[in-house]
């Protein structure tokens, strides 16, 4: 049958390109939408724009008699030396255990806090590379000034005017050269002049090589063996080139290109020669040619995916505009694509295959120290800098996170051995990139599990077997494995005897008050979140070993470790909801809450970003995990004595959106959304408190979440649209199990979706709520489709095809 709606949507596009001709574009020509812009210079570092290759990183402050790019350099962490886990702890254990069963929390604390903690109990800080500092002589005052990040194009440009000459300046980090690039252009010959410096707050020298080369290099913060080098060369079109003590002067030339290399020896056996072959390369290829790559390199991710959420009245105001009318109350759609595509563009940049995962503050810190070392929590942070990976088309952004669980393998195991006498591998909240696994203030044996849940998305968005099979499976049972080990029966006289339970056990950075003491405590035994992890993990593991079972000539893979799994996923205690107040409890028992506002939501990873509870498949759960956001609350405190500026906690908002797109109030999510961009972002639409990536990463997920859903093996059409989107379109957003997909709607009702399979699969489709399916096309005949009593249709796809789907 050929597909009517098709034919009627062609005919009414046709038209609408023929009004568009006549009337031309409603869309403003000059500024690209996808633009932060300012008309001023950045005061301070907050303001400043980033830019990154995954690795090299720079923050732009677009002065116009100075300009300042401060630096990084993706594996500039202080090495601790070899972390080792307390002696004491592995024969203190049973001890802890007992005492918890018993209800004697303090004493438990107290052998925990002397016991636990690993040698030594913090890692150290990520630190900056240090500042590119540019001088030019034409003065302060311009006119037409003007600073912006290019999404679409990866960048900066600064531009202005002083007397009848335009100023420009271009900067990119190139991931094809590996170079930092500075592109210097004037309108007028003869007009670029300037002087170029490096410097860093402490342990540097810098000097001049050859009379176009300045060198900055040194040891970091107390540290004995990492060094770096940094290597940065001009080259100017006409004028002159000279050296002045260390720095390099450029006397009236019609261009200046400069390119910076950064290299440490935590790569490279000899920084400096790294750095000074990927000049030389740089400078034989030349600007246009590396302009040219990074485009294509840059715009082959960025474009993958696309977002229009409608004109509104902000649309033409400079970035830090927009952000202040949302603090005062406006809705800013187009403000919603920025921040969502300023996401995907921050995951690009400082995520990228080969390099380091995304840190605290993804790649940019200016701090020798900085805020909680800028490392890699596991309580919450790291994970969501890659919940947007796969969903918003990054996938292979997603790999260095997986890299990085690879090389916490062996480290991990030592400890799961010597500190819990368990197989498998373990890591606690933090890491850093020398492979730190042992306790840090707070036993939480729980890092390891949750970010096994990473491989195996990756496996579930791509379905890539080989993947599956060669890396995501082995994380993923050894991470099992530590816990089959490290779980005990709970004994006679506790919540839930005889049920197979963690302990010591820890919802993350929140207390408890029980009954008997009124103190606040913070260990006991199976808290929610351990639960739902390892109820994660163990499904997920046997899901795998089922499908790498299928491809076996004889069936057969892993079968007496799934039978182990399945026997302890029927022994866990089940998730318990208050007879109080009817939420999910966070712990096993119904203890008192002294922070009821605290802005960690652990227990609610069973609905994001797991997928224990589900809205239709465990109903009663979802009803209770609602009822704890709600109680909650959607502010989120740090400490209700801190500085407020702690307060904001955007990763907070952006969980508590993503749990409220799954229990599919829209209205609910962008609520969070809005507070977000009103009380949570940094003028440069970074994160606020100290900046914390992590914001920036949990909201564009959730924006991908209210839009398309694959959690609950369907695939779920606009089930959070907030009504303030009203009408828009998204394409290449991906699905579990091999999709892309692309929605259009209009006053808030679905019109039309496209999938396009990497697989042949059956499509379980669930059109927005209130909504039907009217027609599936494939190459321009209608499929068959099956009416499903819970309002999805299920229907066949054929790899590598597209599928339309109207809705109505
Ligand atoms: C966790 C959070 C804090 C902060 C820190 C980096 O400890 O509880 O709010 O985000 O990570």
Redesign the pocket.
């Known amino acids: 049958m050929v597909c009517f709606h098709r034919i009627f949507r062609l005919l009414v596009c046709c038209l609408a390109i023929v009004v568009a001709e006549a009337y031309g574009s409603l869309a403003g020509a000059e500024a690209s939408p996808l633009t932060v812009w300012y008309c001023q210079p950045a005061q301070e570092w907050v303001e400043a724009l980033p830019i990154g290759n995954g690795r090299l990183g720079g923050m732009v402050f677009g002065g116009v008699g100075e300009e300042h790019v401060q630096l990084n350099d993706d594996t500039l962490w202080a090495s601790g030396g070899k972390s080792r886990v307390n002696p004491e702890g592995l024969k203190a254990l049973p001890e802890i255990r007992r005492l918890l069963f018993a209800g004697k929390n303090d004493e438990a604390d107290k052998l925990i806090f002397d016991a636990m903690n690993g040698i030594p109990a913090n890692i150290k800080s990520y630190e900056t590379l240090g500042d590119l500092l540019l001088t030019f002589s034409d003065g302060e005052k311009a006119a037409d000034y003007r600073r912006e990040l290019d999404l679409d194009t990866g960048i900066v440009t600064v531009s202005y005017r002083i007397g009848g000459a335009t100023f420009t300046r271009e900067f990119f980090s190139s991931a094809v050269d590996q170079v930092l690039v500075v592109r210097l252009t004037c309108d007028k010959p003869g007009r670029v002049s300037l002087v170029a410096a490096l410097d860093r707050p402490q342990n540097f020298t810098t000097e001049i090589v050859v009379p176009d080369t300045l060198t900055m290099h040194g040891k970091l913060n107390g540290d004995p063996v990492m060094k770096y080098q940094a290597q940065l060369n001009v080259v100017p079109k006409g004028g002159v080139l000279s050296a002045k003590g260390d720095r390099l002067v450029v006397d009236k030339a019609d261009a200046a290109t400069i390119y910076l290399a950064c290299a440490t020896t935590y790569r490279h056996k000899e920084p400096a020669a790294t750095c000074e072959r990927q000049i030389q390369a740089a400078v034989a290829k030349g600007f246009g040619a590396i302009r040219r790559d990074h485009l294509a390199d840059y715009q082959e991710l960025f474009r993958r995916v696309k977002l229009d959420l409608g004109a509104g009245p902000n649309d033409d105001l400079p970035t830090d505009e927009r952000l202040a009318a949302v603090a005062k109350g406006a809705d800013d759609p187009g403000l919603a694509v920025l921040y969502f595509q300023f996401g995907r563009y921050l995951l690009m940049s400082s995520s990228r295959p080969g390099c380091l995962p995304a840190n ?1 503050q993804g790649l940019w810190n200016y701090h020798i120290k900085a ?2 070392n800028s490392d890699y ?1 596991t ?3 790291l994970q969501m800098n890659y919940w947007p990976a796969e969903v918003c088309n990054l996938a292979e952004c997603h790999l260095p996170l997986i890299d990085l669980m690879d090389s916490l393998v062996p480290s991990g195991s030592k400890t799961a051995e010597e500190l819990y006498g368990a197989r498998g591998w373990v890591m606690h ?1 933090k890491t850093d990139v020398w492979g730190y696994t042992v306790v840090s203030y707070s036993i939480w044996p729980m890092g390891a599990a949750w970010l096994c849940q990473h491989p195996y998305e990756h496996y579930l968005f791509s379905g890539d077997k080989e993947f599956l099979a060669e890396r995501a499976y082995p994380l993923m049972k050894g991470g099992a494995r530590f816990l089959l080990d490290f779980m005990v029966e709970a004994p006679e006289g506790t919540a839930v005897a005889g049920r197979l339970v963690t302990a010591p056990s820890y919802s ?2 929140n207390q408890f008050r029980t009954t008997a003491s009124g103190q606040r405590f913070s260990y006991t035994y199976a808290a929610t979140m351990d639960i739902e992890l390892i109820h994660d993990l163990f499904t997920n593991c046997i899901e795998a070993i089922d499908i790498l079972a299928a491809d076996m000539p004889d069936r057969k893979f892993d079968g007496e470790f799934r039978a182990e799994l399945v026997g302890a996923l029927k022994r866990l205690p089940p998730l318990q909801i208050s007879k109080r107040t009817g939420a999910l409890q966070e712990w096993i028992e119904d203890y008192d809450e002294p922070q009821p506002r605290n ?2 939501i652990s227990h609610a990873f069973g609905l994001y970003p797991g997928r224990m509870i589900t809205l239709r498949g465990a109903p009663e759960l979802a009803q209770a995990i609602r009822t704890s956001l709600t109680l909650r609350g959607d502010s989120c405190p ?1 400490d209700e004595q801190a500085d407020p500026i ?1 307060n904001h ?1 955007g ?2 908002k952006a969980w508590k959106a993503l749990a409220w797109s799954r229990l599919e109030d829209g209205d609910h999510a962008y609520r969070l959304f809005k507070s977000l961009l009103a009380l949570g972002t940094h003028p440069n639409l970074f994160n606020s ?1 100290p900046f ?1 990536v ?1 914001g920036n990463f949990g909201a564009t997920a959730a924006i991908a979440e209210m839009l398309v859903q694959s959690h609950a093996d369907e695939i779920a059409l606009l089930p959070a649209l907030p009504s303030v989107w009203s009408n828009g379109k998204v394409q290449g957003l991906r699905g579990r199990g091999g999709l892309e997909v692309d929605v259009t709607w209009k006053n808030g009702r679905g019109t039309e979706a496209v999938l396009r399979v990497s697989g042949d699969r059956l499509v379980k489709l669930r059109p927005p709520k209130g909504q039907q399916v009217a027609e599936v096309c494939g190459d321009g005949r209608t499929v068959a489709s099956q009416a499903n009593s819970d309002g999805t249709v299920t229907f066949e796809v054929n790899q590598g095809n597209r599928y339309e789907i109207t809705l109505k």
Do not use: A
Request: proline share 10%; hydrophobic share 20%; charged share 15%.
């Open positions: 605290l805020p909680w929590h309580n919450i942070n909240h993350p950075e802005r960690h740090y702690y906690c990763w907070s408190g914390q992590d």
